[in-house]
C-alpha cells in the first residue's frame, strides 16, 4: 500500500493512497484520489493544484509501464468538459473549470487513461456532485467532478459504470455522489 502521492515529501495532506487487490484471477491496482480543490484562482491554492496534478501525471505515467489492471478514482475536483455542468457558463472563473486544469486532466487521459463513464456514455446531465445551497439537488445543477480513470487493462475488462445519484436524496447526504463500476475478473 502507497500512501501520499510520490514527488513532494512535504506535503502533509492525505490525498492519495493507492493498494494492489488480489482477485481471483490477478489484482487489480486502484488508487483513491483527493485532488486540491485550487480555489480560489489565481492563488496559492490553485498552484498547489497545478503541482498536484503535475506529480500525479508524473506518479501515473510510471504506474501505466506496469500493464497491469488500474483504476484512478476518486473527487478529482475537474469538470472536464462543458456537458459535465448544469451551468458551464458559471464555472469559467472557478479552478475546477479553468482551462489550465481542464488540460491537466486531459494531459492524465493522455496517458492512455479512459474515463470509465465516458466510455459507457455520452450524454449530457451526469452529474456527481450538488451543492447544499441554492436547490442545487431538486433542480439537478450539478457539476461531474468525481471520476474513475481506467488503464486499457482496466478498461478492457469494463462491464458496467453507474453514477449512484440516488445517494445525494438521502438524509444527510454528501453532496457527492459515488460513481461505481464493475472490472471483470479476467
Keep these: 500500500m502507497t500512501r501520499g502521492l510520490p514527488g513532494d515529501p512535504n506535503d502533509e495532506q492525505a490525498r492519495y493512497i493507492e493498494a ?3 482477485t481471483a484471477r490477478g489484482a487489480v491496482r486502484l488508487a483513491s484520489v483527493y485532488l486540491p ?11 498547489y493544484k ?22 484512478l ?3 478529482f475536483n475537474v469538470i472536464p468538459e462543458r ?3 448544469a451551468h458551464p457558463e458559471l464555472w469559467g472563473k ?15 487521459l493522455a496517458l492512455g487513461f479512459a474515463d470509465a463513464l465516458r466510455a459507457a456514455s455520452d450524454e449530457s446531465g451526469l452529474y456527481t456532485f450538488w451543492d447544499y445551497q441554492a436547490g442545487a439537488w431538486p433542480k439537478n445543477n450539478g ?31 454528501s453532496d457527492h455522489v459515488p460513481v461505481r463500476v464493475e472490472i471483470k475478473d479476467a
Excluded at 497545478?50 to 483504476?71: C, G, K, Q, S, W
Excluded at 479552478?95 to 486531459?106: I, M, Y
Excluded at 461531474?144 to 453514477?163: G, K
Design 20 to 22: 494492489v487487490i488480489p
Design 50 to 71: 497545478l503541482a498536484f496534478m503535475d506529480r500525479l501525471i508524473r506518479h501515473a505515467r510510471e504506474l501505466m509501464t506496469y500493464e497491469e489492471p488500474l483504476a
Design 37 to 47: 480543490n485550487g480555489n480560489p484562482a489565481p492563488g496559492e491554492k490553485y498552484a
Design 73 to 75: 478514482a476518486g473527487d
Design 94 to 108: 472557478d479552478a475546477l473549470f479553468l482551462p489550465q486544469t481542464r488540460a491537466k486532466f486531459r494531459e492524465l
Design 83 to 85: 456537458r459535465d455542468a
Design 143 to 173: 457539476i461531474r467532478i468525481d471520476h474513475v480513470l481506467l488503464s486499457p487493462q482496466a478498461a478492457d475488462r469494463l462491464a458496467w459504470v453507474e453514477i449512484d445519484k440516488d445517494m445525494r436524496g438521502r438524509e444527510k447526504a
